[in-house]
């Protein structure tokens, strides 16, 4: 049986090492340091370390790989192919050309669309209809490896970032259990991919979480689902950070006025919804966070600050 070594560090990564875990021999796991978490700032190990402690597997962490003397215990650890999972860092060429059979990554996209660390996001945030996950032979460039298989998704019409990083995780985990035996007995070949047609998708910084009101009701939709659970969606009331945790767009019967004004209207079933405007429709606010405050439904937080209706936000 193949002898791997498992490179990954959060949630999205657990699936894949399980899988390992029932049909391979996995003889180390790699993964970032314990961080702070938590109002205490205690250290909390990442979700691949717990899976690998309770199976008894040895786990290495190291700050960083980039220099020759980090890899020593994944040469000690003798493995045939290293299998990576969302690890958090390049690898170089002293990681990559270790393994007899190279390094596999497991990316949640179809690439070459969405290379990079935000594929998940990008593909709701630019209105994919669908996304996947793609087994690939690493190299020394951001996810420009051949690849040897690909599974396709629909992207749900109210897909959250959240809801589509656990059914790609799941998908991840699966397709290792089918296609590695393949991969790593060379019956599965590798395929350039088109260097032509990629698209590039960055690591999300928080403040791209501000919500730009200028852009359509659609856009704003997307970019609120893109970024739940993290960094979340925000804007500004009256100086104080507002997260819009839940919101539907609206197309029509839209009143008219300025964008990022707070707007009222009765929907068809007799219901009074809360619009922010956008520069096309506006979206239907459902569940709201003020800075330093619980999480409410809009209808509590009118209650409590009716002089948030005709007031303009992010300004």
């Known amino acids: 049986?193949?002898?791997i070594v498992f490179m990954g560090t959060p949630e999205f990564a657990v699936p894949a090492l399980q899988a390992l875990i029932e049909t391979q021999t996995v003889v180390g796991v790699v993964t970032q340091p314990d961080r702070p978490a938590g109002r205490g700032r205690q250290l909390r190990p990442s979700p691949v370390k717990e899976v690998a402690v309770a199976a008894g597997i040895p786990v290495y962490q190291p700050q960083s790989l980039r220099k020759e003397?980090?890899?020593?215990?994944?040469?000690?650890?003798?493995?045939?192919l290293i299998v990576v999972a969302a690890f958090g860092q390049i690898l170089r060429p002293h990681v990559l050309d270790l393994p007899p059979l190279g390094c596999l990554n497991v990316h949640a996209s179809l690439l070459p669309r969405w290379r990079g660390a935000a594929p998940i996001q990008y593909a709701i945030m630019t209105g994919d209809t669908e996304t996947g996950v793609t087994l690939m032979k690493m190299d020394v460039g951001l996810d420009t490896g051949p690849t040897y298989v690909q599974q396709a998704i629909p992207i749900r019409p109210r897909e959250t970032a959240a809801s589509l990083h656990d059914r790609l995780a799941e998908l991840?985990?699966?397709m290792l259990r089918s296609y590695l035996p393949d991969i790593s007995n060379g019956r599965l070949p590798s395929t350039p991919q088109d260097n032509n047609a990629f698209t590039y998708a960055p690591m999300i910084q928080k403040e791209e979480g501000k919500l730009n009101w200028a852009q359509t009701a659609v856009e704003l939709d997307?970019?609120?689902?893109?970024?739940?659970?993290w960094p979340g969606a925000y804007?500004?009331?009256q100086g104080t950070p507002l997260k819009i945790l839940a919101a539907d767009p609206i197309l029509r019967d839209v009143p008219t006025g300025h964008p990022g004004t707070v707007a009222q209207r009765t929907a068809v079933n007799g219901q009074t919804d809360i619009l922010i405007l956008a520069a096309?429709?506006?979206l239907a606010l459902h569940t709201v966070q003020l800075a330093g405050k619980?999480?409410?439904s809009i209808?509590?937080?009118?209650?409590?600050?009716?002089?948030f209706i005709d007031s303009t936000l992010g300004e």
């Open 1 to 3: 049986m193949t002898r």
């Open 69 to 80: 003397e980090t890899a020593v215990p994944l040469r000690n650890w003798q493995p045939d």
């Open 172 to 174: 991840g985990g699966n």
């Open 222 to 229: 997307r970019h609120i689902r893109a970024f739940t659970p």
């Open 235 to 237: 804007t500004t009331w």
């Open 280 to 282: 096309t429709g506006g």
């Open 294 to 296: 619980r999480a409410v």
């Open 299 to 307: 209808q509590d937080f009118v209650r409590g600050q009716p002089n």
